[in-house]
């Protein structure tokens, strides 16, 4: 590998500009240390040839869901990385809610050590808020934070118990780490296994009502606003939902929240004849909500968009609809799936995927962001628009492919990722 | 045995999908059947040497004996799978199951589960045509089709006649399968139960009732009781049966009302007396409950007749 890498003719994407700019790109070392109309590269250089391709800040996840510890028949620490980086992310923030829960600075440390020697991209593991994931007793959140937690959650859960999590936020708040809620109330949804609606009537499933998730957030950022914490809302999937967040962000409440591809893209009509690959847990909800959700993404309500990357067997996944387990993949698809049905079709542009899905989410763990400007960090993909990407078993790195956009294809190609001076990904 | 032939389906999963000229197809064919039972010799050899297969991960006896009858009746081999009832069934025996019937070369088989959706997750997997015996809150395509073809005995005309379903809505099957039938054969559909068996999502097309006197004003030409699932008591959904049946049950003084009506009555079985329904109503000569335990041979005999399993290399 040359030291020095020429992007030449692409167009750069930057969270602060609707437009594309058409610059070359000099990277050395995993520096950007040009970024100009036209850069006279020394020989030697590596020319990379991105006619007619973006460049874009490389992309960062919130909220994965890697499997290990306890479920590598799912996903591994090794293969979730690679998945991310089939689709252009090179940062990801790893839930607890593995087997055993990661509820001490122990066991953070051991989801780093494999980090470390597994995956080709930096991790951050989130910790439990409360022991075991069980919302009774307080997680051991200093241990935690000491091993550099950035955020603590008990999510595939809530805090049942309001004064449990109160405590929580009061105690956390000092260590200056954000709570992110997985917002549901367990009583209402029950054995439900789908939006409570037109389609589970017909479909005779359980339903989950929308209120289980509005009454648990409310109630979460209500607490958030008593005790001064700082909350982040998962996986928000109902209008109604999304209205009160942005109703106490206008109030000046601390609380951020996200948003996934599926959510946006999905409804429970998708469902159609008991598909478990639009199976997930908070569940699809109507096409009104995914009107909405895009709007106030477009809006600026939702700060991050984050997959929920949940991966499962196939031998689960093909089984009955209730029985089937919630969630599906999402690093490998994320990207292009969203470029396909939004960017290209002019719904929202680069600027919003690299700020709300690059930017924010850096910010949100405490990094700074990466975008492509002399001086920065080279951490970036190319992005080629005039390709396309066929999702096939194949194709996903992820060990699993519970996914929707299972041998669909869609348009866009992530064709490079560069991190740190080296490809991880070149097709 | 009808006029007009219409092409076979494979699997028989719920009445949705089932187009009006199927559902009267069907129908015409259960008569010639039905008129069989008035005979000395009550088989007919039309499906000699094939075999069904009867698959019930809930207990019931009387759709597994009624569906036992039909196939002997046409002269097919029954075999009863014998699995686990007493234990909740996780999906993931059912793919084992299907790979263990695929190997068996079954031609139909008559599945009842408790989770909405399995029918049709073995009818993807195997060759063999697969007959929704009920699953989960979803389907019961042969129950449904029982019941229209009852109230076709009363009512050739079915246009605009109405029928009342009484009872636990949200749990049952049979309401949503039945009213689907009804509503495709041109009648009104009325429900009556407390408002937490009455779920939400419903079709526009099911007017509401919350009490009998309402539900009586609208003149039903058809009182449906469901039974009321006294093991689906986990939860709490009305605060005793005492209750449910002042309020919601047939009670003797209502039932004087729908007998002076001239109502019919029916119900899916097995009864409950004393809780959705009063002894008395069961001896009215308008009860139909018993014509509905006939009319299930028929029609299961109809829906074995029409169905056709797919080829033999196929899955």
């Not at chain 1, 100009?36 to 006619?51: F, H, I, M």
């Not at chain 1, 509820?103 to 409360?130: F, M, N, Y």
């Not at chain 1, 809620?181 to 789908?194: I, N, P, Q, R, T």
């Not at chain 2, 509401?208 to 699932?229: I, T």
């Amino acid at each position: 590998m040359s030291e020095l890498i020429w992007f030449k003719g692409g167009r750069i994407a930057a969270e602060d500009s609707a437009k594309l700019e058409q610059l070359d790109v000099l990277v050395e070392g995993g520096k950007i240390i040009r970024v100009a109309e036209e850069v006279k590269a020394p020989e030697g250089a590596e020319v990379v040839d991105c006619e007619g391709c973006v460049i874009a800040p490389a992309m960062f996840d919130v909220h994965v869901h890697a499997r290990e510890p306890g479920r590598e028949d799912k996903e591994t620490i090794e293969t979730c990385s690679e998945a991310a980086i089939n689709g252009g992310v090179t940062g990801m923030v790893l839930m607890p809610n593995t087997l055993p829960a990661i509820d001490s600075g122990g066991l953070v440390q051991s989801v780093l050590d494999i980090a470390a020697e597994k995956s080709r991209i930096p991790i951050w593991q989130s910790g439990c808020i409360t022991k075991g994931r069980a919302g009774k007793e307080l997680a051991g959140i200093a241990g935690m934070k000491s091993k550099g937690v950035p955020v603590i959650t008990d999510d595939g859960d809530s805090v049942a118990d309001p004064m449990v999590l109160l405590r929580a936020m009061q105690y956390a708040k000092r260590f200056d780490l954000i709570l992110a809620m997985h917002c549901e109330v367990k009583e209402l949804s029950g054995f439900g296994a789908m939006n409570e609606g037109v389609v589970s009537y017909r479909l005779g499933i359980p339903g989950i009502p929308a209120c289980s998730e509005e009454i648990c957030l409310d109630r979460d950022i209500r607490l958030a606003q008593y005790t001064g914490a700082r909350v982040h809302i998962q996986h928000v999937t109902s209008a109604r939902g999304m209205e009160t967040i942005r109703r106490f962000k206008e109030e000046g409440v601390k609380v951020t929240c996200e948003v996934t591809p599926h959510h946006l893209l999905f409804n429970e009509e998708h469902i159609g004849d008991y598909d478990t690959h639009y199976k997930m847990n908070p569940p699809l909800r109507t096409q009104k909500d995914n009107e909405l959700l895009l709007q106030a993404l477009i809006d600026g309500v939702f700060d991050v968009i984050a997959t929920d990357h949940a991966p499962h067997t196939e031998f689960e996944k093909n089984s009955d609809f209730v029985s089937a387990p919630f969630g599906i993949t999402g690093l490998d698809t994320a990207l292009v799936s969203l470029y396909h049905h939004y960017v290209k079709t002019g719904i929202f542009g680069w600027d919003l995927l690299v700020k709300r899905y690059s930017a924010e989410p850096r910010r949100l763990t405490n990094l700074e962001p990466v975008p492509v400007v002399e001086g920065g960090v080279a951490e970036l993909i190319v992005f080629d628009p005039n390709r396309k990407t066929k999702f096939t078993r194949d194709f996903m790195k992820s060990k699993s492919s519970n996914t929707p956009f299972l041998d669909q294809e869609l348009d866009g190609q992530i064709i490079s990722v560069i991190r740190d001076g080296e490809f991880l990904l070149n097709r | 045995m009808a006029e007009t032939e219409i092409k076979s389906r494979k699997d028989l999963l719920d009445i949705e999908s089932l187009s009006i000229e199927e559902i009267e197809y069907l129908l015409k064919t259960a008569e010639p059947f039905k008129e069989l039972f008035r005979r000395s010799v009550k088989k007919v050899p039309t499906l000699r040497g094939k075999t069904v297969l009867t698959l019930f991960y809930e207990p019931s006896t009387r759709t597994r004996t009624s569906f036992e009858v039909a196939a002997n009746r046409l002269s097919a081999d029954v075999t009863n799978f014998a699995v686990s009832t007493s234990a909740v069934v996780k999906g993931e025996s059912i793919l084992d199951t299907i790979e263990t019937l695929q190997a068996m070369r079954t031609d139909y088989i008559v599945i009842r589960h408790g989770a909405s959706g399995v029918p049709a997750l073995i009818a993807k997997h195997t060759r063999a045509s697969v007959l929704n015996a009920g699953d989960g809150f979803h389907a019961h395509p042969t129950q449904a089709l029982l019941d229209a073809f009852t109230v076709r005995e009363v009512y050739p005309e079915t246009e605009q006649k109405r029928i009342l379903i009484v009872g636990d809505i949200l749990h049952s099957r049979v309401a949503r399968s039945t009213s689907t039938i009804m509503r495709k054969m041109g009648m009104e559909v009325g429900v009556l139960g407390p408002g937490s068996l009455v779920p939400e999502g419903r079709p526009d097309y099911m007017k509401s009732f919350w009490n009998w006197e309402d539900a009586l004003a609208w003149k039903p030409d058809v009182v449906y009781l469901l039974r009321v699932q006294m093991e689906r008591q986990e939860q709490q959904f009305f605060p005793s049966l005492g209750e449910y049946h002042r309020v919601y049950g047939l009670t003797s003084e209502r039932f004087k009302r729908v007998e002076g009506a001239g109502i019919y009555l029916m119900h899916p079985g097995p009864v409950n007396r004393g809780v959705e329904i009063v002894d008395e109503a069961m001896a009215y000569e308008r009860c139909l409950i018993n014509q509905q335990v006939e009319n299930g041979i028929a029609t299961r005999m109809a829906a074995l007749y029409w169905l056709k399993p797919g080829e033999e290399n196929e899955r």
